[in-house]
C-alpha cells in the first residue's frame, strides 16, 4: 500500500477514574505536600527528580527517560473552572467541552469531520476498548471502534471455519434494498457495509504487522500495541482513542498507583520505541489525560476525587518540558480548601493539540478560544 | 408460515413488553388480542418480580458496585410478568431523562424508576407531581436551588418544554411562573457525604422557602403552588398532543427527536388525534390511553417501524435464547451491553434523553448490537436455541433449505425480512441442502446448521427492528 506521507497523527490515551497527579509528578521538596499526604505519599528519596521540586513516580522511569529525551510536555495544573467531581460527568466535559451544560458531541469526533468532511475512510478515527466514548461520537462521523484488533468486526462469535461465509452472507444481507429508499433501511445497509469495509482494510494490520518491541500483558499495553499495528498499516487513520482505567484510587492507593503507573509508562515507551524501529513515530503525538485530579489531603488509604490534573503531551516532535504552573500547594491557596488549582483550562491543550499538531482551527472544536501552550515550536 | 395471530402478538409483545419467548408466545396468542391488551393494561393481575431473590445474588439492590442497578432491571425487563410496567417505567426514564451522572447518586435513581413504575399507568397529573417531588428529578434540576426570591427556573422550563408541553405552546412567563410555583420543592438527605451519601433521599415541602405572591400562569392567576401548576399543565391540548407523540414515537413508530416537533408534522396526525381524544375522555388515564393505542389500527400495522432500543434488543435477545431467567453472573455484561450500544440506564446523556429510531445506530454501535446478539445466540445448551432445535426436529421429516428458513424467521419472531435478506440466508440455507435433524449422523451437524442460521437472522438489518 502507498504510504499516504506524514500527516500529523493524535493518540488520545483516556486514564480513567481520576489519575492522581500529585504522585505521578511529586513535589517532592514541599512540606506541604507531605502534610497533607501522611499516608498517600511519595518518599523524597525515591522520586525521579526532574528539577529540585518535582520528581516522577519511581515506577514512571521510563516516563521520566521519555522525558529526560526532550519528549515528554507535562501539563502541569490542567482543569476548568468548578470542576465536576461525578466521573461520568467530569468524563462528559472533557469528551464535549461543555462545562456548563451538557453536549451531545464529542470533541474528536468534531475532528475528524474536519478531516475527513465526506466521511470517506471509515479508519480516519479508530478507538480501542469497550464501547464508543463520547468523545469519539457524534452524527454521521464513522468511527471504528474495536475490542481486540484480532476479533474486530461482526460476527466474531461465529466459528473461524465459518466465519467467511457468515460475513458473505452479512454482506448479501446488508445490500441496500431494492424496494425504495427507506431511510432507516438505508442507514442500516450503510453502516453494515462500513463496518465490513473496516475489517477488510483492518485485517492486514496484524498479517503484516512485525515487531522486536515485546509490550507487557496488560490492558494499555495491549491498546498501544493495537494502535501501533494499525498506525503501521497504513491505513489513514489520523486520531487513535485508547483507555487505561483504574484510576479511582479511594482506598490502597500506593500500590495500586504504582502498579498502572508502571503499566502505562512502560506501555508509552514500548509504542514509540516500536514506531521508531519502523521510522513511523515523527508524525505520532500523543496526548494523555483523566478527569479529574484527586483531593490534595490523603484519606488514610488513597485519596478522593479533585480537580485540577495533569495531562502530557509525548512524542518525538514535542519539546519537552514543564508548561503551565504546578498547582500551589501552601493551604491558603487549596481551592475550596481542598483542591488543586488549575492553571490552563483543557480546552486550551485540545486547541494546542488541533491547532499546532493537526493543523485544524480548534475553535468550533472546543467551543472558543483559548489560551494555548507551545510544546511543538 | 405464522399465522397472523402469532405475529400481530409477538408484535404487541414486542411493543409493550421486552418480547416473548415462544411459549409465552403461544400462550399469549391463544388468550386473544383484546384480552391480552387488558391483562398488559392491568399489571397489578399478576404477581411482581421478586427482587428478595435479585437480592440474594447480587447483594444490597441500591449498592453502587458496578452498574448492578442497570442489571436488575434488565433482569426485571426479561422476567416480570407485568411487562407493561416494566416498559411504561422506560418510557417515562426516556421522557423525564434523569441522568445519575450529576448526582453520583444511583439510590435516587432507582427510587425514581421505582415511581414510574408504580404510577407509569396513572394520571398523567399523577405522574407529574410524583416527578416534581421525586428527589433525582429535583436536583438533576437544580428545584433544591429554586427559592423563595431567588428562583431557579430550570425545572420549571423543563417541565414545560420537555415533560408535557413542548416549546412554542407557553411563554418565558409562564416559565418565570412556574418556577415559582415550584420553590419550596426540594428533598432532604439523611447524610452529607460526597455527594450525598448513598443514602435514600426524601423529598420535602419547605414552606417557608415557597413563594406563595400571587402568580399568572397560562391564564389561572392566583397563589398557585406546584401542584396547581400541574393541574393547568394537564388540561392542556398541548400537553395531550406532546404527551401522544411520545407514545406514538416509543411504541408505535420512529419519529424525528423532540426538538424537531414544534415544526415537523407527526407521521401519523390521525394517530395523534385519536390518542389526545383518549387522553381527554380518560381524564388524562394513561392506562386508558394505551387502551385505545394497542388496539388501534395503526398500532397493529405498525410492524418493524422502529428501530429497537439498546434495552429492548438485549432484553429481546434474551427472550429468544432463555437466558437471565435467573440471577445470573453475565448480569453486569448486560448492562454494558447496553451502554456499549449507546443506552447505559439511568443515565441518558441529557435532559432531552435518548435520540432514538435511527440514532441509535453508528459503527460502533451496529457492531456492539450484531455481536451481542450473534453471541448470545451460538450456545446450543441454551434453552431458547434448545427449544428451537427441539421444535424444527419435531417436523419429522427433513427440512428443504427453504422451510428450514421460514421455520427458523417465525421462530426467531416471527420476522419478515426483506428480498435481499431472504435471497442471502436462502442461499446460505441451501448450501447445506435438506436439513435432518432425526438422523443420528447428521444431528449434531444439523444443530450447528440451526445454531448458525439463528446467528445469521439476529445479525440482519431486519433484526433490529422491533
Known amino acids: ?377 | 408460515m405464522a399465522s397472523d395471530n402469532l405475529a400481530l402478538t409477538a408484535h404487541l409483545m414486542r411493543r409493550a413488553g421486552f418480547g416473548s419467548t415462544r411459549g409465552e408466545l403461544e400462550a399469549h396468542a391463544a388468550r386473544g388480542y383484546a384480552d391480552l391488551v387488558e391483562d398488559l393494561v392491568n399489571p397489578e393481575r399478576f404477581p411482581e418480580v421478586e427482587e428478595d431473590v435479585l437480592e440474594r445474588y447480587y447483594g444490597w439492590l441500591e449498592g453502587v458496585q458496578g452498574q448492578v442497578w442497570a442489571a436488575v432491571w434488565i433482569y426485571r425487563m426479561v422476567n416480570s410478568q407485568r411487562p407493561l410496567e416494566e416498559k411504561m417505567a422506560l418510557f417515562w426514564h426516556h421522557v423525564f431523562a434523569t441522568g445519575v451522572s450529576k448526582s453520583d447518586h444511583p439510590p435516587s435513581s432507582i427510587q425514581q424508576i421505582k415511581t414510574f413504575r408504580r404510577v407509569g399507568l396513572s394520571s398523567l397529573r399523577e405522574i407529574l407531581l410524583e416527578l416534581s417531588r421525586d428527589p433525582a428529578m429535583v436536583f438533576w434540576l437544580d428545584n433544591n436551588e429554586n427559592r423563595k426570591g431567588a428562583p431557579n427556573e430550570n425545572y420549571g422550563r423543563e417541565l414545560l418544554e420537555l415533560f408535557s408541553m413542548g416549546v412554542g405552546n407557553y411563554s418565558e412567563t409562564d416559565v418565570k411562573m412556574a418556577a415559582r410555583a415550584f420553590t419550596g420543592w426540594t428533598f432532604a438527605q439523611p447524610l452529607g457525604l460526597y455527594p450525598y451519601g448513598f443514602y435514600p433521599s426524601r423529598f420535602v415541602y419547605r414552606e417557608e422557602d415557597h413563594d406563595d405572591g400571587v402568580k399568572t400562569f397560562l391564564g389561572s392567576e392566583g397563589n398557585l403552588n406546584g401542584h396547581d401548576v400541574i393541574d393547568i399543565i394537564a388540561g392542556q391540548p398541548a400537553t395531550a398532543r406532546f404527551i401522544a407523540r411520545h407514545l406514538y414515537n416509543f411504541f408505535v413508530a420512529d419519529e424525528p427527536q423532540v426538538p424537531a416537533w414544534s415544526v415537523a408534522p407527526p407521521r401519523d396526525p390521525e394517530a395523534i388525534d385519536a390518542l389526545v381524544q383518549a387522553y381527554f375522555d380518560s381524564g388524562g388515564e394513561m392506562r386508558s390511553v394505551m387502551r385505545v393505542l394497542f388496539n388501534s389500527d395503526f398500532f397493529k400495522e405498525s410492524r418493524f417501524k422502529r428501530i429497537k432500543s439498546p434495552a429492548e434488543l438485549v432484553a429481546g435477545v434474551m427472550k429468544l435464547t432463555g437466558a437471565n431467567r435467573f440471577p445470573d453472573t453475565r448480569a453486569l455484561d448486560y448492562a454494558d451491553a447496553t451502554a456499549a450500544m449507546g443506552q447505559q440506564l439511568l443515565n441518558p446523556p441529557t435532559v432531552e434523553g435518548w435520540h432514538t429510531g435511527m440514532e441509535w445506530i453508528d459503527g460502533g454501535t451496529l457492531n456492539e448490537r450484531v455481536n451481542f446478539a450473534v453471541g448470545q445466540a451460538q450456545d446450543a445448551a441454551s434453552p431458547g436455541v434448545k427449544a428451537i432445535i427441539d421444535r424444527l426436529a419435531r417436523e419429522g421429516a427433513p427440512l428443504s433449505p427453504k422451510e428450514f428458513l421460514d421455520r427458523c424467521l417465525d421462530l426467531v419472531g416471527p420476522l419478515t425480512v426483506g428480498e435481499e435478506t431472504r435471497d442471502a440466508l436462502l442461499r446460505h440455507a441451501s448450501a447445506g441442502g435438506d436439513l435432518d435433524l432425526n438422523a443420528d449422523a447428521q444431528r449434531e451437524a444439523g444443530e450447528g446448521r440451526v445454531l448458525r442460521m439463528l446467528q445469521l437472522i439476529v445479525a440482519s438489518r431486519e433484526y433490529q427492528f422491533a
Open chain 1, 1 to 377: 500500500m502507498k504510504r499516504k506521507g506524514k500527516e500529523p497523527v493524535l493518540v488520545v490515551t483516556q486514564l480513567s477514574g481520576g489519575n492522581d497527579f500529585m504522585n505521578t509528578l511529586v513535589p517532592y521538596a514541599s512540606g506541604h505536600y507531605y502534610d497533607a499526604r501522611p499516608t498517600v505519599s511519595i518518599d523524597a528519596g525515591e522520586v525521579l527528580p526532574i528539577n529540585d521540586a518535582l520528581g516522577f513516580h519511581p515506577n514512571a522511569a521510563p516516563l521520566k527517560e521519555l522525558y529526560d529525551l526532550g519528549k515528554v510536555a507535562v501539563v502541569q495544573g490542567i482543569g476548568y473552572p468548578n470542576s465536576n467531581r461525578s466521573h461520568f460527568r467530569a468524563m462528559d466535559i472533557w469528551h464535549t467541552c461543555e462545562p456548563d451544560k451538557v453536549g451531545t458531541e464529542g470533541w474528536v469526533a468534531r475532528a475528524v469531520r474536519e478531516l475527513d468532511p465526506h466521511g470517506e475512510n471509515v479508519l480516519a478515527c479508530v478507538s480501542f476498548g469497550k464501547g464508543l466514548p463520547r468523545a469519539v461520537a457524534a452524527p454521521g462521523v464513522p468511527v471504528t471502534s474495536l475490542g481486540d484488533l484480532e476479533r474486530y468486526g461482526v460476527m466474531t462469535d461465529v466459528a473461524e471455519e465459518e466465519r467467511g461465509e457468515a460475513l458473505d452472507v452479512f454482506k448479501r444481507m446488508y445490500t441496500p434494498a431494492s424496494t425504495g429508499p427507506e431511510p432507516a433501511m438505508e442507514r442500516l445497509s450503510q453502516t453494515g457495509l462500513d463496518v465490513l469495509r473496516g475489517i477488510d482494510l483492518l485485517k492486514t494490520a496484524p498479517e503484516t504487522y512485525r515487531s522486536n518491541v515485546e509490550y507487557a500483558a496488560n490492558p494499555i499495553a495491549k491498546g498501544l500495541r493495537d494502535v501501533a499495528r494499525v498506525h503501521l498499516a497504513d491505513l489513514g487513520t489520523r486520531i487513535f482513542y485508547t483507555q487505561h482505567g483504574g484510576y479511582d484510587t479511594h482506598a490502597n492507593e500506593l500500590p495500586t498507583h504504582q502498579r498502572l503507573l508502571g503499566e502505562l509508562s512502560g506501555a508509552i515507551m514500548d509504542f514509540y520505541q516500536d514506531l521508531e524501529e519502523h521510522g513511523a513515530g515523527d508524525n505520532v503525538a500523543m496526548l494523555v489525560f483523566t478527569e479529574f485530579g484527586r483531593r490534595i489531603r490523603d484519606n488514610g488509604s488513597g485519596t478522593d476525587h479533585g480537580s485540577g490534573g495533569g495531562a502530557f503531551i509525548i512524542g518525538p516532535g514535542v519539546k519537552g518540558g514543564l508548561y503551565a504552573e504546578y498547582p500551589p500547594l501552601a493551604p491558603s491557596r487549596w481551592l475550596n480548601g481542598e483542591d488543586l488549582r488549575h492553571s490552563i483550562d483543557f480546552r486550551g491543550v485540545y486547541s494546542t493539540m488541533l491547532e499546532q499538531w493537526m493543523g485544524l482551527d480548534p475553535v468550533p472544536i472546543v467551543g472558543g478560544a483559548f489560551e494555548q501552550i507551545r510544546p511543538f515550536s
